[in-house]
T-cell receptor, first 113, second 110 residues
Framework: DGGITQSPKYLFRKEGQNVTLSCEQN?????MYWYRQDPGQGLRLIYYSQIVNDFQKGDIAEGYSVSREKKESFPLTVTSAQKNPTAFYLC????????????FGPGTRLTVL | RKEVEQDPGPFNVPEGATVAFNCTYS??????FFWYRQDCRKEPKLLMSVYSSGNEDGRFTAQLNRASQYISLLIRDSKLSDSATYLCVVNYEGYQKVTFGTGTKLQVIP
């Protein structure tokens, strides 16, 4: 089955700790995205990558970092610099070229204690 | 003005009713449009793409009005299972990221 996987589903961390969220896809998609969703709000773009070894900041990149060393993988690190990290994090991918629908992973719900 | 705007609702409708949502977008260069459905605490899933000529999928009809810069979603014969948040999505040519609306919440009541 082709799809996007994210792990873990739930994550708890203490303030001041960095944490990395995993995102893997086997759809052979070129583009991958990270979004953040807060209760009752829409999706906000954190980072996106159109090709391996390249990525761009989205609207709310501060306090986050990413890498794209492999086409299949796009991990997101939430650093201690992110002031309000508790949220639902969604990874998505699409075939690129600007016209295609995005497919989402099941999300990771991060809670900072 | 937001790039993509939706009425947040909630829209509370009885089973069997017809309901319509609109979504306006600000960039006239927008090229592709989608409706996604998001259930509570789940990821968004593609409901349907929106084509210039309009398109229908069972009880769902999507339309695009480029002159007025909005897209619409019509749901006929609403089912309890249609209860969800519906996200409007707009994509800009040559700018490979999408913009999501904040969603319209639909609650179908027995």
């Amino acid at each position: 089955d082709g799809g996007i996987t994210q792990s873990p589903k739930y994550l708890f961390r203490k303030e001041g700790q960095n944490v990395t969220l995993s995102c893997e896809q086997n759809l052979n998609h070129d583009a991958m995205y990270w979004y953040r969703q807060d209760p009752g709000q829409g999706l906000r773009l954190i980072y996106y990558s159109q090709i391996v070894n390249d990525f761009q900041k989205g609207d709310i990149a501060e306090g986050y970092s990413v890498s794209r060393e492999k086409k299949e993988s796009f991990p997101l690190t939430v650093t201690s610099a992110q002031k309000n990290p508790t949220a639902f994090y969604l990874c998505a991918s699409d075939a690129g070229q600007g016209y295609n629908e995005q497919f989402f992973g099941p999300g990771t719900r991060l809670t900072v204690l | 003005r937001k790039e993509v705007e939706q009425d947040p609702g909630p829209f509370n409708v009885p089973e069997g009713a017809t309901v319509a949502f609109n979504c306006t977008y600000s960039n006239s260069a927008s090229q592709s449009f989608f409706w996604y459905r998001q259930d509570c605490r789940k990821e968004p899933k593609l409901l349907m793409s929106v084509y210039s000529s309009g398109n229908e999928d069972g009880r769902f009809t999507a339309q695009l009005n480029r002159a007025s810069q909005y897209i619409s979603l019509l749901i006929r014969d609403s089912k309890l299972s249609d209860s969800a948040t519906y996200l409007c999505v707009v994509n800009y040519e040559g700018y490979q990221k999408v913009t999501f609306g904040t969603g319209t919440k639909l609650q179908v009541i027995p």
